[in-house]
């Protein structure tokens, strides 16, 4: 009996965060919140650069100030419990009718794509946005072309006519996304593996985003056989996987020599040798023997991954992720398909170098989710 609980996925929103410090070590307490952001939240695009303004509304000393753009899938909700998690974690404390205090980190969330949210906690765009030029200028510097939701005017034209005419020091110091800490050089092709909803392609996107890589995505939306295979395997097993077979072939060569790999990552939610592990599960005797030998034909004319990531998902969860993206022809099938298909993967993982595998068990993560999780599984596929 299927009991894992089938949520809605959000999607991918672009968020602005300013950040403050005026206590202590204020660089270093900004570069930990942008750790945390980046472990916790979302995904950095940007780091404005850092600017010194006065303490405002309070008497304190100087803060140092910036603006990070991220991309990230939770709700504002949840965003705005995160945002205050960090904060607690680093010092910061919260106390209610004290008015402005100093701290040694503040984040406001100013914009959360093109919403306007009102919330218990959360008011977006920032009430306060456009009356402060430390938020405005660093605001500026990384998106000139950024419209206030609700006041319909761009950033330019909020700094001309903001009343907040308040000097701020340019600061040489330089902010580092974590994201350069995680080295992919080693690999200039990557292939993300797994079972039918295992997240393959998730994953694939991801990483493609996060590391500005060449992304192949298998084009099974336009195999024609797919459905009726899943309505009659015994009939349309063999044409499915010759026009699988065929495609895959056709776009990773198309793909793939486009690009110098001694230059270009490149990053495909699928190896080519998954057309013999479906075959041997889907076809008969006398039929894969034939597929078998065309196979490895077209094969040992493609270029072969650096790494070869296989995402290991127990079946339970992978009927519920298949269950999840509502694809009607998927809907039908048996448990017993993917643990044969499991099978077939564990055989071909016994033949790959170790140096150049990486086997994740998924099973308890969600990352497309939780992004603590979707930070393990990286720092698991770029450890040597």
């Not at 564990?346 to 170098?353: D, M, S």
Request: net charge neutral.
């Amino acid at each position: 009996m299927l009991n894992v609980k089938i949520t809605a996925i959000e999607p991918e929103k672009h968020i602005y965060l300013s950040l403050g410090s005026n206590t202590g070590d204020r660089l270093s307490h900004l570069q930990q919140a942008v750790q945390a952001i980046f472990e916790e939240v979302g995904s950095i695009l940007k780091i404005s650069t850092v600017y010194e303004s006065p303490a405002m509304g309070f008497d304190g000393d100087p803060f140092l100030n910036c603006v990070v753009l991220i991309t990230s899938t939770y709700t504002p909700r949840q965003l705005i419990q995160k945002v205050l998690k960090i904060e607690a974690k680093q010092g910061r404390v919260r106390q209610k009718g004290k008015g402005y205090m100093s701290r040694p980190i503040d984040i406001d969330i100013l914009s959360i794509d093109k919403l306007e949210v009102s919330l218990d906690v959360l008011t977006v765009p920032h009430p306060q946005l456009h009356n402060r030029r430390f938020v405005l200028q660093p605001l500026a510097d990384i998106d000139a072309e950024w419209v206030h939701p609700r006041l319909q005017k761009d950033v330019n034209t909020l700094l001309a006519e903001t009343e907040d005419k308040t000097a701020l020091g340019k600061q040489a110091a330089i902010l580092k996304n974590p994201i350069d800490s995680y080295d992919l050089s080693p690999y200039n092709y990557i292939a993300i593996e797994g079972n039918i909803g295992a997240g393959k392609t998730s994953l694939a996107t991801k990483l493609a985003t996060d590391f500005n890589a060449k992304l192949i995505l298998e084009r099974f939306k336009d195999n024609p056989f797919l459905p009726k295979f899943y309505k009659d395997q015994q009939r349309y097993a063999f044409p499915l996987e010759m026009s699988f077979l065929a495609d895959r072939y056709q776009q990773l060569l198309d793909d793939i020599t486009q690009f110098d790999l001694f230059k270009d990552c490149v990053i495909s939610d699928y190896d080519a040798y998954k057309s013999l592990i479906f075959a041997q599960v889907t076809l008969q005797h006398e039929e894969y023997n034939l597929y078998k030998k065309l196979f490895h034909l077209m094969h040992k004319e493609l270029p072969k991954p650096d790494v070869y990531v296989y995402l290991y998902q127990n079946t339970e969860r992978l009927l519920a992720n298949i269950m999840k993206r509502g694809r009607k022809y998927e809907q039908s099938i048996p448990e017993t398909y993917l643990q044969q298909l499991h099978t077939g993967y564990l055989e071909f993982i016994k033949t790959v170098p170790k140096e150049k595998l990486k086997v994740i068990d998924i099973s308890e993560m969600d990352f497309i989710k939780r992004r603590t999780d979707y930070v393990r599984l990286l720092k698991t596929i770029v450890e040597k």
